[in-house]
């Protein structure tokens, strides 16, 4: 595209919604998705015949199962005109996001449901295991080894320590305990966090995202019609994504940076504004080292501070200089693939979030996920700013 | 409690003569034909130029330990059981591999480690490269 600003603001988020979420048993994930679905609709207050456009994230427990963004569709008594299935894994909401944005953009669509659920422990499915023949016969499986490795490397190359990372943790508990739906509230202290069992060494326990059971949705249409629904309008300013191999194949970043910057750059560009106008952020947190990494490559902090800038306090929604995660992130309000994250994200600009920043003009959430435990190890990156 | 084994590779057309390589005591990648760059890991195209030609090639078995981590809770219940090292061990020659660090105690293993590679038979098909501190 010439000018990425062409497309920003044109569309925007009209409704959200979170099924139940936590561990429960019992249920399904096609169940969460539609519960979800009904929720965000209902929130927009867009009439169910309007909504033109499906995009559902599978869930990976599920195994390939065809056609599911069909199922959803025809759950819920929709015919769409586009109906995908997509997986990018916790960067699919906001790439889904900008798909129906782009979708209402060029005209395919008036409005688009974006949904996804997860059951950790699905009925009929066996459980596989997936990875590559170069990681898989080491133990190196799934995601938690491969964001041990990088914390090790941040570790090696800009110094952060575990008590940063608990600093991190502990704050974002902190605003889960004001959150009555997060899946943890109990308070967490840093003695907690470095009293926490090794998952793998350089990550305790609580340095890794919660095992959630639920869903979430979101309704995307034209700016023109958000305005005249419920809730108005959270404008799409600005999208970034960008893919990305890294530990294996870091030769394309500086030391100590890795990859995202690039979607940070186009979402900044498409908005017109930077790290500094944003009011509060969610980031993907599906483990602490992600936090520092995202807060170097947005642009929040260079890599010899962001160490002390998280231990300061300045992720804290009532005291530091960027509020983030403040429904309580992936590591403690609940791990729905980012969906809660693009729910508080809104929230802030509603006004109606339970850890509430003042006057949010500039809301930001972002979205990270692939298949970081294959060899090589690729990720997405993916970007949204949202304004008011 | 039933035994799960450890998960073996299965070679493919792809990745074939590396576990051939292995199982003869070498340790090899592929070389494109056409714009000579080294790739990791084995796969059916080069991602600079999209040649599919090829011939595999020597590596020195020689690298560095780049980051290196303890198991203590595995996804995969073949590991479950006492903590372990997986490393990414770097090659001289540039390519990075998943691993595992032997004959070295945890508090010796420190990125930027030199190491080599140290053959480790499963069976009579498959030996996997483990890598140990350079002599
Ligand atoms: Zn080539």
């Given amino acids: ?41 209902a929130d927009s207050g867009i009439a169910k015949s309007e909504i033109d456009g499906v995009l559902v994230l599978m869930p990976a427990q599920m195994g390939e199962q065809h056609g599911w963004a069909s199922r959803v569709a025809v759950h819920l008594g929709l015919a769409p005109a586009f109906c995908s299935t997509m997986d990018m894994g916790g960067a699919s909401a906001i790439g889904m996001m ?53 914390g090790r490397r941040q570790m090696h190359e800009i110094g952060i320590t575990s ?47 919660l095992v959630t059971d639920g869903g979430g949705a979101i309704v995307v249409t034209s700016t023109e019609r958000a305005r005249d629904l419920r809730h108005g309008a959270a404008k799409l300013a600005g999208f970034g994504q960008v893919h990305s191999s890294e530990i294996v194949h870091p030769d394309r970043h500086e030391a100590g940076i890795g990859g995202g910057r690039e979607a940070g750059d186009q979402a900044w560009r498409m908005a017109g504004l930077g790290p500094a106008d944003v009011d509060v952020v969610q980031l993907y947190d599906g483990f602490t080292p992600l936090v520092v990494h ?10 010899d501070e962001v160490g ?73 990156y993916t970007v949204a700013i949202l304004t008011r | 409690m039933f035994k799960i084994d450890k998960p073996l590779p299965m070679p493919t057309e792809e990745s074939a003569p590396f576990w051939e390589g292995t199982r003869r005591g070498e340790l090899r990648a592929q070389r494109c034909d056409d714009c000579g760059h080294l790739r990791w890991p084995p796969a059916a195209i080069c991602p600079i130029c999209l040649s599919g030609r090829h011939e595999w090639v020597r590596l020195s078995g020689r ?45 010796a293993i420190r990125i930027g480690l030199p190491v080599e590679v140290a053959f480790d038979p499963q069976n009579d098909e498959i030996t996997l490269p483990r890598f140990k501190p350079a002599a």
């Fill in chain 1, 163 to 209: 008590e940063q990372y608990g600093a991190i943790a502990v704050a974002f508990r902190k605003h889960a305990s004001r959150n009555p739906l997060a899946q943890k509230r109990d308070p967490m202290t840093l003695a907690d966090h470095q009293a926490s069992r090794w998952i793998v060494e350089p990550l305790h326990l609580l340095d890794c995202c």
């Fill in chain 1, 1 to 41: 595209m010439d000018d990425p600003r062409q497309l920003s603001g044109k569309a925007a988020i009209a409704g959200v919604g979170l099924s139940r979420f936590g561990r429960v048993p019992g249920t399904s994930a096609m169940g969460f998705a539609l519960e979800a679905s009904a929720s965000a609709i």
């Fill in chain 1, 98 to 150: 900008q798909t129906a944005a782009a979708l209402v953009h060029a005209g395919v669509c008036k409005a688009v449901l974006c949904a996804f659920g997860s059951q950790t422990n699905p009925q009929g499915i066996l459980p596989t295991m997936f990875g590559s023949q170069f990681a898989i016969p080491y133990g190196d499986v799934g995601a938690m080894p491969f964001m041990a490795h990088v």
């Fill in chain 1, 294 to 303: 995202s807060l170097i490559v947005y642009g929040f902090c260079r890599p």
């Fill in chain 2, 63 to 107: 690298g560095k330990v780049h980051s290196w981590i303890v198991v203590h809770k595995s996804q995969h219940p073949a590991f479950w059981g006492d903590p372990f090292n997986v490393a990414i061990v770097e090659l001289d020659e540039g390519p990075r591999l998943h691993t595992n660090l032997v004959d070295v105690d945890l508090a």
């Fill in chain 1, 308 to 380: 002390a800038f998280v231990s300061a306090g300045e992720l804290e929604f009532d005291r530091g200089r960027l509020p983030t995660n403040t429904a309580g992130g992936l590591l403690s309000e609940g791990h729905l693939s980012g969906f809660n994250h693009v729910v508080e994200a809104v929230r802030q600009l509603r006004g109606t979030s339970t850890s509430q920043v003042p006057d949010v003009e500039v809301s930001m959430v972002t979205g990270y996920g692939g298949a970081p435990h294959e060899a090589p190890p690729t990720v997405a």
